[in-house]
């Protein structure tokens, strides 16, 4: 591997080598895990590429294919599961100088990767009175590019599912790392290829969504005198078809009082809450929905003054990980799951069996049409070997656990190899360039992921070219 005859083939595209800004680019949100801060502290690329179109993109590729330089993409560099950490060192591709809306049609957006998904809402909107279907708490920041690639879900999922339903992405463009690379064009089922792969087997550079209609959404905190009844009643919102929302989620005590630093004065002592976004013709509905649940109407951003609305964050930015983040600025010992919970018995058993060492927190979702208890509860963090217990008290009582401590695709997720994403990283990544490390049937086919053992990439090491 030689950085510097990569560098000499880039050409006028513009690098970073100084390096202080190069490790905090090689950087995303994995220190929301002790246990990826201890792994992965030390990880940084050696420059960082910034190109400005496909044919950018394609030059990069190409240099990085012959020299044998590790690429790790990166858009906002957002993500929590150490996605865009360079384990072996190399270059980091930032996409986010290619951030232009390049089409939008009365049902759909189609942006380059490094475009910021807030931004794209203000164009469509403006432009056809659309907005995206879902998105994560970090909107204001995150791409849309980064999002496919590292995401699952956010805001709005518990309308509209996940983003590896069929239909939640139109289509996408992706380069191959070649030779000569290509410029693929997916659609259908072959999305799923290259969506949530933490771009190991292609470079997303563009993207076509859906668009839903847009609404003026109004926040609302409803609170409740136990967890139970607030996460029943999050489930029962959810499950209401006449009611339109983006965002339902509910949040045991202490967790509003202590880490809602900004809507405190509107929680009372020990309350739980339910955090809602409803569209202004469901407002009134919801209220009455409340009352009959016996809920407390605690904030509606509709009725908050101007210096309210300029104080307060929305509501997305209490939720989701955000939760986590919030909780951290007040006490670094925290730290999160990401677990499942089939019914609200299994809420109520884990609850009882963890009490205040799991603060419980819980988005509502829908999955094939089903309302789901997607959970990412707070954890009181001891020790890993504590975590690990945790997470066996969830296996053993039938919740599944996402592992956010893990830095690898199958590790992270469903603990089983996607074939179609290794055969892909086959075609369009022969040489295993693209972030190598994050994909365990890659690395090393025969790992038993039943084993209980953490797969340790035994490189991080620079990359060697075949």
């Not at 006028?12 to 792994?39: F, G």
């Not at 290619?98 to 049609?105: A, C, E, R, S, Y």
């Amino acid at each position: 591997m030689s950085i510097a005859a990569f560098r000499a083939d880039l050409g006028d595209i513009p690098v970073e080598d100084h390096p202080r800004i190069v490790q905090q680019r090689s950087r995303d949100h994995y220190w929301y895990s002790p246990v990826l801060k201890a792994k992965l502290d030390h990880v940084t690329a050696e420059i960082v590429v910034s190109p400005r179109s496909n044919d950018e993109v394609k030059t990069t590729l190409a240099a990085a294919y012959k020299h044998g330089v590790a690429i790790t993409p990166r858009g906002a560099g957002t993500g929590n599961y150490g996605q865009a950490m360079p384990l072996s060192g190399g270059a980091m591709l930032n996409l986010m100088s290619m951030d232009k809306v390049l089409d939008i049609k009365k049902d759909r957006v189609r942006a380059q990767a490094g475009a910021v998904l807030e931004q794209m809402d203000h164009q469509t909107k403006a432009a056809v009175g659309g907005e995206l279907r879902f998105h994560p708490s970090t909107y204001r920041m995150a791409s849309i590019g980064g999002f496919i690639a590292g995401g699952s879900g956010g805001v709005g999922s518990v309308r509209w599912g996940g983003l590896r339903n069929l239909g939640s992405i139109l289509g996408m463009k992706v380069i191959t790392c070649e030779a000569e690379p290509r410029e693929l064009d997916l659609e259908g089922e072959d999305i799923l290829k290259v969506a949530h792969a933490y771009g190991t087997n292609g470079i997303i550079v563009e993207a076509e969504m859906p668009l839903a209609p847009a609404h003026d959404w109004v926040d609302m905190i409803v609170g409740f005198d136990s967890f139970i009844a607030a996460a029943r009643f999050a489930e029962a919102v959810a499950l209401q078809d006449g009611l339109l929302v983006k965002e339902v989620s509910s949040y045991a005590a202490p967790i509003p009082e202590a880490y809602f630093n900004r809507h405190k004065p509107y929680i009372k002592a020990g309350q739980s809450v339910v955090l809602i976004m409803v569209a202004p013709v469901s407002a009134a509905a919801m209220t009455l929905f409340t009352s009959h649940h016996k809920g407390e109407m605690l904030y509606r951003s509709d009725r908050a003054s101007e210096e309210e609305l300029k104080r307060l964050p929305p509501v997305y930015e209490l939720a989701w990980n955000h939760t986590t983040l919030r909780a951290l600025k007040v006490d670094p010992t925290i730290t999160y799951l990401q677990t499942r919970y089939p019914t609200i018995d299994h809420v109520q058993k884990i609850v009882d069996l963890l009490g205040d060492e799991l603060p419980m927190h819980i988005e509502m979702t829908r999955q094939d049409g089903i309302v789901t208890f997607a959970g990412l509860p707070l954890v009181r963090y001891t020790t890993e070997e504590r975590l690990e217990e945790i997470i066996r008290i969830h296996e053993d009582n039938d919740c599944n656990v996402f592992n956010p401590h893990r830095y690898t695709l199958e590790e992270g997720g469903m603990k089983r190899t996607d074939q179609k994403q290794l055969d892909f990283k086959r075609e369009a990544d022969p040489r295993g360039i693209l972030n190598p490390g994050k994909m365990v049937a890659w690395e090393n086919p025969d790992f038993d992921f039943g084993a209980g053992k953490a797969w340790l990439f035994d490189g991080l090491n620079p990359v060697h070219a075949a």
